[in-house]
């Protein structure tokens, strides 16, 4: 595990999204495509916009996979994941080799994580992008967060302080509104990356950013886990990192 700290969100983006942009050309180099995931949310604004303007990708090799998706929300709803990454990624780099989104609004959630599973147990992924919440989640796997299973995607529980950082951060107007489960990738899907990318900006993730690095790795505090990982680099402005000794 290694953590970079960046003077700027702009700066820390820029090094994270340099990071994930010489991963993806490094696997088409090696293998000929490369597989990768992506994250949603206010933590990822300053690194997309960095990685869609990474120079010599061949984007239509490379397959990308989403993280989470709210159940209940269209793809037209402000707070939709699916929107943000067609709007924010997927209609700025041209053509894919393949994007596989969450479909939340489903039917059966249980069988959109059996679909999405099935797809991304074909492809082991390349590089990782991935946030932490206010309350320490790793994707949308609230604490305690389950350590154990191999399913790649769960339906998930929201917790209240999960879903108060969604309505802070603007994608809903009331509590009311922001969901009460979700469909996430599990935890043990994510560390099975080649490399994970972790950015975390903003004071109010100080608190996560201790209880991940300097508490016990623990379900208490699920992004702890990534700790474990070999190849795991954390990106971090200097807000998020205040309070690291």
Not at 17 to 42: D, F, H, P, S, V
Request: aromatic share 8%.
């Amino acid at each position: 595990m290694d953590i970079q700290i960046g003077e700027t969100k702009e700066k820390m983006g820029l090094a994270a999204a340099q990071m994930t942009g010489e991963a993806i050309r490094e696997a088409i180099t090696a293998k000929g495509y490369a597989n990768i995931i992506l994250a949603t949310g206010a933590s990822q604004f300053e690194m997309l916009n960095s990685l869609i303007a990474f120079e010599g990708i061949d984007w239509s090799k490379v397959t990308m996979f989403h993280l989470d998706e709210y159940i209940g929300i269209d793809i037209s709803h402000p707070a939709s994941f699916r929107k943000y990454l067609k709007e924010r990624f997927v209609d700025l780099v041209g053509e894919l080799k393949a994007f596989h989104l969450i479909a939340g609004d489903t039917g059966s959630p249980e069988s959109e994580c059996e679909r999405v599973g099935d797809l991304i147990k074909q492809a082991p992924i390349d590089v990782a992008c991935v946030g932490i919440g206010e309350n320490g989640h790793l994707a949308f796997n609230d604490p305690p967060a389950d350590f154990e299973t191999d399913t790649p995607y769960l339906v998930v529980n929201l917790d209240q302080k999960c879903r108060e950082q969604q309505m802070g951060e603007g994608w809903f107007k009331t509590m009311d509104d922001v969901p009460a489960q979700a469909i996430s990738m599990s935890i043990n899907q994510i560390m099975k990356s080649k490399k994970i990318v972790v950015t975390v900006p903003d004071q109010r993730k100080a608190e996560a950013v201790v209880n991940t690095l300097n508490r016990e790795i623990s379900p208490e505090y699920p992004a702890s886990i990534l700790r474990e990982h070999p190849q795991c680099v954390f990106f971090l402005d200097k807000p998020a990192a205040s309070m690291l000794s």
